[in-house]
Each structure stands twice: as structure tokens, then as C-alpha cells.
């Protein structure tokens, strides 16, 4: 777009308006001191016009520079919100992946516990049960020794007796009787 241009953007009307006014038309070139022509712009109203023209360009550039600014910022603050959000995106993923790493291995810890529990339970109820067998073996061991004794005490006095018995009808041969 040509900024320093009086006659640009559809103000072509405009200047052809100015130059029939200066150059004659219907009244003799500018104007002429015609009655006809009391109504045409005068030379100060062409450069009225002129720099009116001017500054609305001027302030029509300087609104399309600011508009591409403002655009232009909203880009760069779109772009790095979105890079804040995927920044922010990523920490949560990571702090949700480390919570449920977290959670497996308390969870396989308390499964680690309560397996080795079941298997000190398993083995005290072996200890127990063995305690308790060789406890009852060392019991039948006594009785049986206490068995044995008691026969052999009941064969060595039926023994006794049957030796006295036999020691009470021999007669040595001297013969008292």
C-alpha cells in the first residue's frame, strides 16, 4: 500500500473533481470569478482536502500496523500458553505415573508381607506339630520303657517265686524238711 499517496484507494474521484475545478470545466479555468462557479473548492480546500486524505492514510496504516501487532502478540501469547499447558500437561503425566509406580510397590510390598506372614504362620503350626509329635513320641518312649520295666520287674518276681516255691519243697540231703 503507497502511503504517501494523495490519490490512492478509490480517492481518484476526488482528484478528478479537483482538476476539472482547476482547469476550467464550464467556467473559463479556475473558475473563472463566474457566479457558475461560486460553489467549486477554492485552492485552500484542494489542500485541506489533500491533507485530510493524508492523515486518514496515515491513520489507516498506522491502524493496520497496530491491528498486526495485537495479532502478532496474541500469536506469541497463544504460542506460549500452549507451551505452558503441555509443560503442564507432561508434569502431570510424570507426577501421575510416579503415584501409581508409588502405589504398585506398596502394594506389592504389602503383598511381599502378607505372603511371608502366611508362611511364618505355616511354619510355627509345623513347629508346633512337630513339637507336639516328638513330645508324644518321647511320652511313648517313656511308656514304653516304663512297660518294659514293669515286665521285666513282674517276670523277675514270678521268677522269685517260682524259685522259692521250688527252694520250699527241696529237701537237701541231710534232710530237714
Known amino acids: 500500500m503507497d502511503n ?6 478509490g480517492s481518484w474521484i476526488f482528484g478528478l473533481i479537483v482538476l476539472l475545478g482547476l482547469f476550467g470545466g464550464f467556467g473559463g479555468g479556475f473558475g473563472g470569478n463566474n457566479a457558475a462557479m461560486a460553489g467549486l473548492a477554492t485552492m485552500a480546500d484542494v489542500n485541506a482536502a489533500i491533507n485530510n486524505q493524508s492523515v486518514q492514510n496515515s491513520l489507516n496504516s498506522a491502524l493496520i500496523s497496530s491491528n498486526n501487532n495485537n495479532y502478532e502478540t496474541a ?5 506460549q500458553t500452549q507451551a ?21 510397590s506398596i502394594s506389592n510390598g504389602f503383598s511381599n508381607v502378607s505372603a ?8 510355627m503350626e509345623k513347629c508346633c506339630c512337630e513339637i507336639k509329635t516328638q513330645a508324644l513320641e ?10 518294659l520295666a514293669s515286665q521285666n520287674a513282674n517276670a523277675i518276681f514270678s521268677q522269685n517265686q517260682y524259685l522259692l516255691s521250688q527252694l520250699g519243697s527241696y529237701t537237701p540231703a541231710g534232710g530237714v524238711v
Not at 138 to 147: G, H, I, P, V, Y
Open 138 to 147: 518321647n511320652r511313648l518312649q517313656d511308656t514304653q520303657a516304663a512297660l
Open 84 to 104: 505452558m499447558m503441555g509443560q503442564a500437561n507432561t508434569s502431570l503425566v510424570n507426577a501421575i505415573q510416579g503415584f501409581n509406580t508409588l502405589s504398585g
Open 116 to 123: 511371608q506372614i502366611a508362611d511364618l504362620g505355616f511354619k
Open 75 to 79: 500469536q506469541l501469547i497463544n504460542s
Open 4 to 9: 504517501g499517496s494523495a490519490f490512492g484507494e
